[in-house]
Nanobody, 126 residues
Framework: VLLAQSGGGTVQSGESLRLTCAVSGVTFSNYYINWVREGPGAGLEWVSGIRSDDSAPRYSDSVKGRFTVSVDKSRSTVDTAYLDMSNLKSEDTYLYYC?????????????????WGLGTLVTVCS
């Protein structure tokens, strides 16, 4: 299983970014892709999740209305998940991970999910 993350970077407050997570090699037919962020000295914070069939999107209260999660299944062997982040704030500055999980969980531990990407850094300057 491979979760290839891309996107991220440094933006100004109020700007937008798109994170991408290309998922391949998962053998179970339906699963959940979660976006989780981690800050220095802090634990994992669940941000958003969606079923692999691009249904049932969920968001934490801190990002609801600003972030949009989706899945593109147009390629036969790769599911590509997106996290479109708008109206970014300085408090959104974190390392962002995508993770594949069997269940719809609000991820707070690495063991909550089966597979993880390597993470991508988002820095928002105020």
């Amino acid at each position: 299983v491979l979760l290839a993350q891309s996107g991220g970077g440094t933006v100004q407050s109020g700007e937008s970014l798109r994170l991408t997570c290309a998922v391949s090699g998962v053998t179970f037919s339906n699963y959940y892709i979660n976006w989780v962020r981690e800050g220095p000295g802090a634990g994992l914070e669940w941000v958003s999740g969606i079923r692999s069939d691009d249904s049932a999107p969920r968001y934490s209260d801190s990002v609801k209305g600003r972030f949009t999660v989706s899945v593109d299944k147009s390629r036969s062997t790769v599911d590509t998940a997106y996290l479109d982040m708008s109206n970014l704030k300085s408090e959104d500055t974190y390392l962002y991970y995508c993770a594949v999980c069997k269940d719809a969980v609000m991820v707070t531990r690495t063991v909550d999910c089966s597979y993880w990407g390597l993470g991508t850094l988002v820095t928002v300057c105020s």
